[in-house]
Protein backbone atom coordinates (compact mmCIF):
# COMPACT_ATOMS: atom_id res chain seq x y z
CA UNK A 1 0.00 0.00 0.00
CA UNK A 2 1.36 3.36 -0.36
CA UNK A 3 0.77 6.80 1.73
CA UNK A 4 1.54 10.11 1.45
CA UNK A 5 2.33 12.48 3.66
CA UNK A 6 2.61 16.13 3.03
CA UNK A 7 4.18 18.01 6.15
CA UNK A 8 2.99 21.66 6.28
CA UNK A 9 -1.07 21.90 5.77
CA UNK A 10 -0.42 25.49 5.36
CA UNK A 11 2.29 27.79 4.20
CA UNK A 12 2.47 31.67 4.26
CA UNK A 13 5.35 33.57 2.42
CA UNK A 14 6.08 36.80 0.89
CA UNK A 15 6.12 37.67 -2.70
CA UNK A 16 10.01 37.11 -4.21
CA UNK A 17 10.79 34.78 -1.50
CA UNK A 18 11.97 31.05 -1.57
CA UNK A 19 9.75 28.59 -0.79
CA UNK A 20 10.07 24.72 -0.09
CA UNK A 21 6.76 22.55 0.31
CA UNK A 22 7.48 18.91 2.21
CA UNK A 23 6.38 15.44 0.88
CA UNK A 24 7.16 12.12 1.86
CA UNK A 25 5.62 9.01 1.06
CA UNK A 26 5.50 5.30 1.90
CA UNK A 27 5.04 2.20 -0.58
CA UNK A 28 6.30 -0.87 -0.65
CA UNK A 29 7.17 -1.60 -4.57
CA UNK A 30 8.18 1.49 -6.72
CA UNK A 31 6.29 4.71 -7.30
CA UNK A 32 6.18 7.22 -9.69
CA UNK A 33 5.86 10.92 -8.14
CA UNK A 34 3.75 14.12 -8.83
CA UNK A 35 2.77 17.30 -7.64
CA UNK A 36 -0.56 18.66 -8.82
CA UNK A 37 -1.57 22.52 -8.05
CA UNK A 38 -5.64 23.52 -7.42
CA UNK A 39 -6.14 27.18 -8.22
CA UNK A 40 -9.22 28.45 -6.25
CA UNK A 41 -12.60 27.13 -7.64
CA UNK A 42 -10.95 24.85 -9.82
CA UNK A 43 -9.59 21.45 -10.65
CA UNK A 44 -6.06 19.87 -10.64
CA UNK A 45 -3.78 20.49 -13.00
CA UNK A 46 -0.33 18.25 -13.15
CA UNK A 47 2.62 20.76 -12.06
CA UNK A 48 5.44 18.31 -12.78
CA UNK A 49 6.06 14.60 -12.47
CA UNK A 50 8.84 12.26 -11.40
CA UNK A 51 8.95 8.81 -13.43
CA UNK A 52 12.88 7.93 -13.65
CA UNK A 53 16.36 9.61 -14.88
CA UNK A 54 17.31 12.88 -12.89
CA UNK A 55 15.93 13.28 -9.76
CA UNK A 56 15.31 16.85 -10.21
CA UNK A 57 12.35 17.67 -12.03
CA UNK A 58 11.22 20.85 -13.58
CA UNK A 59 7.61 21.74 -14.14
CA UNK A 60 5.21 24.57 -15.03
CA UNK A 61 5.65 27.74 -13.60
CA UNK A 62 9.56 27.80 -12.27
CA UNK A 63 8.65 24.99 -10.04
CA UNK A 64 10.74 22.19 -9.63
CA UNK A 65 10.93 18.84 -6.92
CA UNK A 66 13.81 16.83 -6.15
CA UNK A 67 13.58 12.92 -5.63
CA UNK A 68 15.36 11.18 -2.54
CA UNK A 69 15.09 7.72 -2.73
CA UNK A 70 16.60 6.87 0.62
CA UNK A 71 14.64 9.49 2.35
CA UNK A 72 11.30 8.94 0.63
CA UNK A 73 10.52 12.42 -0.35
CA UNK A 74 10.04 14.59 -3.18
CA UNK A 75 9.69 18.30 -1.86
CA UNK A 76 8.98 21.25 -4.30
CA UNK A 77 10.58 24.23 -4.69
CA UNK A 78 10.72 27.60 -6.48
CA UNK A 79 12.96 30.45 -5.70
CA UNK A 80 11.22 33.16 -6.02
CA UNK A 81 7.09 33.29 -5.62
CA UNK A 82 4.62 35.18 -7.07
CA UNK A 83 1.43 36.21 -5.74
CA UNK A 84 -0.43 34.49 -8.55
CA UNK A 85 1.09 30.95 -7.29
CA UNK A 86 -1.24 31.19 -4.21
CA UNK A 87 -2.79 27.45 -4.19
CA UNK A 88 -3.22 24.11 -2.94
CA UNK A 89 -0.60 21.87 -3.69
CA UNK A 90 -0.87 18.01 -3.84
CA UNK A 91 1.76 15.26 -3.62
CA UNK A 92 0.79 11.93 -5.06
CA UNK A 93 2.22 8.55 -6.50
CA UNK A 94 0.96 5.81 -8.72
CA UNK A 95 2.52 2.46 -8.19
CA UNK A 96 4.95 1.52 -11.03
CA UNK A 97 4.12 -1.28 -11.64
CA UNK A 98 0.34 -1.23 -12.47
CA UNK A 99 -1.26 -0.85 -15.41
CA UNK A 100 -3.98 1.48 -13.38
CA UNK A 101 -3.83 5.19 -13.32
CA UNK A 102 -5.18 5.14 -9.84
CA UNK A 103 -3.40 8.17 -7.26
CA UNK A 104 -2.76 8.10 -3.22
CA UNK A 105 -2.89 11.53 -2.74
CA UNK A 106 -1.31 13.63 0.79
CA UNK A 107 -3.83 16.30 2.26
CA UNK A 108 -2.41 19.19 0.42
CA UNK A 109 -0.39 22.17 1.47
CA UNK A 110 -2.04 25.36 1.03
CA UNK A 111 0.43 27.97 -0.07
CA UNK A 112 -0.54 31.26 0.69
CA UNK A 113 1.63 34.10 -1.25
CA UNK A 114 1.73 37.93 0.84
CA UNK A 115 2.62 41.07 -0.86
CA UNK B 1 -11.08 18.79 -27.36
CA UNK B 2 -13.01 19.81 -24.18
CA UNK B 3 -11.08 17.32 -21.93
CA UNK B 4 -12.74 16.23 -18.95
CA UNK B 5 -16.37 17.68 -18.23
CA UNK B 6 -18.37 17.62 -15.47
CA UNK B 7 -21.85 18.95 -14.88
CA UNK B 8 -23.96 20.37 -12.30
CA UNK B 9 -21.22 23.06 -11.10
CA UNK B 10 -22.97 23.78 -8.14
CA UNK B 11 -25.70 21.50 -6.64
CA UNK B 12 -27.89 21.41 -3.39
CA UNK B 13 -29.72 18.64 -2.15
CA UNK B 14 -32.05 17.76 0.88
CA UNK B 15 -31.34 14.63 2.87
CA UNK B 16 -32.36 11.43 1.35
CA UNK B 17 -32.56 12.83 -2.05
CA UNK B 18 -30.85 10.87 -4.90
CA UNK B 19 -29.36 12.83 -7.80
CA UNK B 20 -26.44 11.55 -10.34
CA UNK B 21 -23.61 14.12 -10.78
CA UNK B 22 -22.26 13.21 -14.74
CA UNK B 23 -18.65 13.24 -15.82
CA UNK B 24 -17.76 12.80 -19.60
CA UNK B 25 -14.14 12.65 -21.41
CA UNK B 26 -13.84 13.17 -25.06
CA UNK B 27 -9.81 11.49 -25.04
CA UNK B 28 -10.88 8.23 -25.51
CA UNK B 29 -9.07 7.07 -22.21
CA UNK B 30 -9.63 3.74 -20.37
CA UNK B 31 -9.47 4.69 -16.77
CA UNK B 32 -11.94 7.25 -14.94
CA UNK B 33 -12.19 7.61 -11.55
CA UNK B 34 -14.13 9.39 -9.10
CA UNK B 35 -12.57 11.31 -6.05
CA UNK B 36 -14.14 13.77 -3.16
CA UNK B 37 -12.40 16.29 -2.00
CA UNK B 38 -12.66 17.37 1.87
CA UNK B 39 -10.77 20.13 3.70
CA UNK B 40 -7.51 18.64 5.62
CA UNK B 41 -8.25 15.62 3.78
CA UNK B 42 -7.01 15.57 0.20
CA UNK B 43 -8.57 13.71 -2.15
CA UNK B 44 -10.30 10.32 -1.70
CA UNK B 45 -10.64 8.11 -4.26
CA UNK B 46 -14.58 6.86 -4.48
CA UNK B 47 -15.30 4.50 -7.45
CA UNK B 48 -12.88 4.02 -10.51
CA UNK B 49 -13.34 2.39 -13.69
CA UNK B 50 -10.59 0.24 -16.15
CA UNK B 51 -12.78 0.66 -18.99
CA UNK B 52 -16.66 0.30 -20.40
CA UNK B 53 -18.56 -2.60 -18.31
CA UNK B 54 -15.80 -2.62 -15.64
CA UNK B 55 -15.98 -0.61 -11.89
CA UNK B 56 -14.49 -1.30 -8.87
CA UNK B 57 -14.39 0.69 -5.38
CA UNK B 58 -12.02 3.17 -3.95
CA UNK B 59 -11.52 4.31 -0.24
CA UNK B 60 -15.00 5.75 0.31
CA UNK B 61 -17.70 3.86 -1.95
CA UNK B 62 -20.90 3.69 0.38
CA UNK B 63 -23.45 5.75 -0.24
CA UNK B 64 -22.37 6.20 -4.49
CA UNK B 65 -22.82 3.78 -7.54
CA UNK B 66 -21.58 3.91 -10.53
CA UNK B 67 -21.67 2.31 -14.19
CA UNK B 68 -19.33 2.95 -17.23
CA UNK B 69 -21.74 1.98 -20.56
CA UNK B 70 -19.49 3.43 -22.69
CA UNK B 71 -15.77 4.81 -22.57
CA UNK B 72 -16.60 7.97 -22.41
CA UNK B 73 -19.63 8.44 -20.07
CA UNK B 74 -18.54 8.16 -16.28
CA UNK B 75 -21.58 9.56 -13.58
CA UNK B 76 -21.40 8.69 -9.84
CA UNK B 77 -25.27 8.16 -8.97
CA UNK B 78 -25.96 9.12 -4.57
CA UNK B 79 -28.44 6.78 -3.50
CA UNK B 80 -29.98 8.60 -0.71
CA UNK B 81 -27.97 11.90 0.23
CA UNK B 82 -26.84 12.54 3.49
CA UNK B 83 -25.15 15.39 4.88
CA UNK B 84 -21.67 13.75 5.13
CA UNK B 85 -21.87 13.71 1.41
CA UNK B 86 -21.20 17.55 1.31
CA UNK B 87 -18.27 18.33 -0.34
CA UNK B 88 -16.92 18.87 -3.42
CA UNK B 89 -16.34 16.19 -6.59
CA UNK B 90 -13.51 15.21 -9.12
CA UNK B 91 -13.75 13.13 -12.00
CA UNK B 92 -10.23 12.66 -13.19
CA UNK B 93 -9.22 10.14 -16.64
CA UNK B 94 -6.17 8.52 -18.00
CA UNK B 95 -5.09 6.15 -20.67
CA UNK B 96 -3.82 2.71 -20.09
CA UNK B 97 -0.75 3.83 -22.64
CA UNK B 98 2.60 5.27 -22.26
CA UNK B 99 1.24 8.49 -20.48
CA UNK B 100 -0.89 6.30 -18.16
CA UNK B 101 0.51 8.45 -15.48
CA UNK B 102 -0.77 11.35 -16.34
CA UNK B 103 -4.29 11.99 -15.30
CA UNK B 104 -6.59 14.88 -16.15
CA UNK B 105 -9.38 16.10 -14.11
CA UNK B 106 -12.43 17.59 -14.31
CA UNK B 107 -13.31 21.36 -13.46
CA UNK B 108 -15.09 19.57 -10.04
CA UNK B 109 -18.80 19.41 -8.81
CA UNK B 110 -19.62 21.39 -5.40
CA UNK B 111 -22.58 19.29 -3.46
CA UNK B 112 -24.10 20.53 -0.17
CA UNK B 113 -26.53 18.30 1.33
CA UNK B 114 -29.07 19.91 4.00
Known amino acids: AQSVTQLDSQVPVFEEAPVELRCNYSSSVSVYLFWYVQYPNQGLQLLLK??????LVKGINGFEAEFNKSQTSFHLRKPSVHISDTAEYFC?????????????FGRGTQLTVWP | NAGVTQTPKFQVLKTGQSMTLQCAQDMNHEYMSWYRQDPGMGLRLIHYSVGAGITDQGEVPNGYNVSRSTTEDFPLRLLSAAPSQTSVYFC?????????????FGPGTRLTVT
Open chain 2, 92 to 104: ASSSSGPRAYEQY
Open chain 1, 92 to 104: AVRNRGSTLGRLY
Open chain 1, 50 to 55: YLSGST
